[in-house]
């Protein structure tokens, strides 16, 4: 089994700065796309951004420029720095991994989600 554990989320004003972070620890050989999606109440689930164990990357249109996601393969961690805070950002954010375990196939795992919060 996988755990993925965020951190970081809260309130913060508009223009402001977050960072989360996501540590996933259990039964890993490796982890391949690891990413951000958000979900605000009453929409659905949304990709934030992603980024493969090489580094590559890719963003919502809606955060370019503003958020950056990275990670440490070191540590089973992903990252996702948020800049220029707009109150419609405000969500739950989630963590996702696509991890290969030890005798075990790929799978998709998620975090329990971090609350971001947004005033104006």
């Known amino acids: 089994q996988v755990q993925l554990v965020e951190s970081g989320g809260g309130l913060v004003q508009a223009g402001g700065s977050l960072r989360l972070s996501c540590a996933a620890s259990?039964?890993?050989?490796?982890?391949?796309?690891m990413g951000w999606y958000r979900q605000a109440p009453g929409k659905q689930r949304e990709l934030v951004a992603v980024i493969t164990s090489g580094g590559s990357t890719n963003y919502a249109d809606s955060v370019k420029g503003r958020f950056t996601i990275s990670r440490d393969n070191a540590k089973n961690t992903v990252y996702l720095q948020m800049n220029s805070l707009k109150p419609e950002d405000t969500a739950v954010y989630y963590c996702?991994?696509?991890?290969?375990?030890?005798?075990?196939?790929?799978?998709?795992?998620w975090g329990q989600g971090t609350q971001v919060t947004v005033s104006s």
């Open positions: 259990g039964n890993i050989f490796s982890i391949n796309g």
């Open positions: 996702n991994a696509d991890v290969r375990g030890w005798m075990v196939p790929r799978n998709d795992y």
